[in-house]
């Protein structure tokens, strides 16, 4: 399956061969001694994963209840009126299908895939960057994409990556994808990070946004035995990343109960965060619902790890 797929999640190989995670696990530690495989947090890649990057076909069968949920939760952030810039990936691509529904939403992306998932939106205006087509993500890269993003401000920008960690941000294993990124994030006066547990503690070539100008994570629930995962998410949170985490099976934070639409759960730490360089006046308000009160973050993110 890695062969095929450039990657694959622990849970998802779980469930194709009907056993335990534990003793996937146990299999893919084997499996990378023999020097078939790399591990990361929640799965594995092809050796050499540090550099290479699974084409669009592979990520997209990965992780994929995971991104769901994430993109439900994601939308939930989304104003009316606004305007926003979205990444590519096939977590901002799912994110994209939600925002459909919103209607006076304009959305700035360098995506063929965003794009046409909000060709026919009603009410919604698209606004792709120029550049030059990379054929394995569907995303418009180069000089000429960061150059039409110049001037522009947002409210949000969204943004998904191969990795994240507390220590370096968001990273990416293609240096052109990540200087696009890099330019989405400087049109943007928060930034939202959109990312799995398989990619948390998992860092790649090219850093595309620091920790400290990440304003949000919305990433799913870790598996109870998955502490690095759960560490990484205290370690973003103790320097002041809003958590917003999405249960798997459509639940927020893991609730036993189906979650209505929009409820969502932050871990959030007091305190302002960076204002991105060069982020000026807003092109539209980026009034955020539903936002936590300071103190309940740190023991929201100690239960989690306790689960």
Known sequence: ????????????????????????????????????????????????????????????????AEKTAIADLAASFVEEGEAIVVGAGT??????RRLARVPGLT???????????????????????????????????GSGAEQ?????????????GSGLTAERG?????????????ALVQAAAEVVVLADHTKLGTDTMFQTVPTDVITRLVTDEPPAHD??????????????????????SGNVGGDPAPAPPGRRRDVSLPGPRRQVPGAGPLLRPAAVPGEQPPGADRARVADLRRR
């Open 107 to 141: 959305v700035v992306t360098n995506s063929l895939l965003v794009a046409q998932a909000l060709a026919h939106a009603n009410r919604v205006e698209v606004v792709m960057t120029g550049g030059t087509l990379r054929g394995s993500n569907y995303a418009l890269v």
């Open 170 to 182: 968001l990273s990416t294993s293609n240096m052109l994808s990540a200087s696009v990124d890099r």
């Open 1 to 64: 399956m890695v062969r095929a797929n450039g990657a694959v999640s622990l849970r998802e190989l779980a469930r194709v061969v009907q056993t335990s995670e534990v003793t996937v696990r146990r299999d893919v530690r084997a499996l990378e001694a023999e020097g078939l495989l790399d591990r990361r947090h929640g799965g594995a890649v092809l050796p050499g994963g540090f550099t290479r990057e699974s084409g669009f076909p592979q990520k997209s069968h990965l992780a994929t």
């Open 91 to 96: 977590t901002t691509q799912e994110l994209a």
């Open 227 to 248: 502490d690095r995962a759960a560490t990484e998410l205290q370690a973003l949170a103790d320097q002041g990343v809003q958590i917003a985490v999405a249960g798997a």
């Open 148 to 160: 039409s993003l110049q001037g522009l401000r947002v409210s949000r920008a969204f943004l998904s």
